[in-house]
C-alpha cells in the first residue's frame, strides 16, 4: 500500500480521534509490560459502556454504529495507519465524539484496555488467512480469544461476521474449544432481515455479489 503523504503529521494531528498508535519495537512482551490503559471515562466524557471494533478498516461500520448508539462508546482498532487516517478523517467530518481509534495490532491492546472493560467485541470480516501456516494469526485462533476473554466484562460477547464459510466453521470449534457459548448463529444473516445489523463496506459488496453473510455471537462461559 502507497504510503499516504504526510501521514505521520497527519496521524500527530488527529489527537482528537487517536488515542494511540503502535511504536516500533523488536519484542510484544517487552512492548505490552508498559501500560498505558485508557482512561475510558476522560476520554469520553461519560461512563457509558465501551466496545471494541477490530479491524476496523475506512471507518464506515464504526462510524454508522456511533451514529446509531449515541450512548454506546466505540474504539476502533486498526494496524495500518494508511487505513485508519481514513477512518479518522470520515469520523471528523461527521464529527462522531462517542468514537476513538488505536492504530496497533491486535497482539499489543494488552498495553491500552483494561482488564474486564469491555461489553463488546465486533470482528467483522477479519481476514480468513486460508493457509494452515498462518492460522495462528486468525483473529479467532486460541491466543487472540484468550486475549478477548481478558477485555471482556462478565456478560460480554464477541459478535463475528464473516463471508469465508471455511474460517467460520474453523472460528465456530475455536469458540467451543475455548469455552465460549454461541448463540445468534446463521450462515445467511441476509435471509433474517435483522434491522439492528450494521453492514459494512465488505457486507454490501458481498451482498450484492449474492454471497452468503454468516454471523455468530460468543460469550464466555461463566466459570
Known amino acids: 500500500m502507497r504510503r499516504k503523504s504526510n501521514l ?3 496521524l500527530q494531528n488527529a489527537k482528537e480521534y487517536l488515542l494511540a498508535y503502535e511504536g516500533s519495537f523488536t519484542n510484544v512482551n517487552e512492548y505490552i509490560k508498559d501500560k498505558a490503559y485508557i482512561d475510558y471515562i476522560k476520554v469520553f466524557n461519560n461512563d457509558n459502556k465501551v466496545c471494541l471494533d477490530l479491524g476496523c478498516g475506512l471507518g464506515g461500520f464504526a462510524i454508522e454504529f456511533a451514529q446509531k448508539y449515541k450512548d454506546v462508546n466505540l474504539i476502533g482498532v486498526e494496524m495500518f495507519s494508511n487505513v485508519i487516517i481514513g477512518a479518522i478523517d470520515k469520523a471528523e467530518k461527521v464529527g462522531v465524539k462517542n468514537l476513538k481509534f488505536l492504530n496497533c495490532r491486535i497482539e499489543c491492546l494488552e498495553k491500552f484496555i ?3 472493560s469491555i461489553d463488546t467485541i465486533y ?3 477479519s481476514n480468513p488467512l486460508p493457509n494452515k501456516c498462518d492460522a495462528k494469526q486468525r483473529l479467532t485462533s486460541p491466543r487472540f480469544l484468550k486475549l478477548y476473554k481478558q477485555f471482556l466484562k462478565e456478560g460480554g460477547c ?3 461476521k464473516t463471508d ?3 474460517f467460520f466453521e474453523y472460528s ?3 469458540y467451543e474449544q ?3 457459548e454461541l ?3 446463521t450462515w445467511d444473516l441476509e435471509s433474517l432481515q435483522d434491522s439492528e445489523n450494521i453492514q459494512t463496506e465488505h457486507e454490501k459488496k458481498y451482498i450484492k455479489e449474492g454471497k452468503k453473510i454468516h454471523r455468530v455471537i460468543a460469550c464466555p462461559k461463566k466459570p
Do not use: A, M
Open 8 to 10: 505521520d503529521e497527519r
Open 114 to 116: 483494561k482488564p474486564h
Open 123 to 125: 470482528l467483522n470480516f
Open 158 to 160: 464477541i459478535i463475528q
Open 164 to 166: 469465508d464459510r471455511d
Open 172 to 174: 465456530l470449534e475455536q
Open 178 to 180: 475455548e469455552g465460549f
Open 183 to 185: 448463540s445468534g448463529k
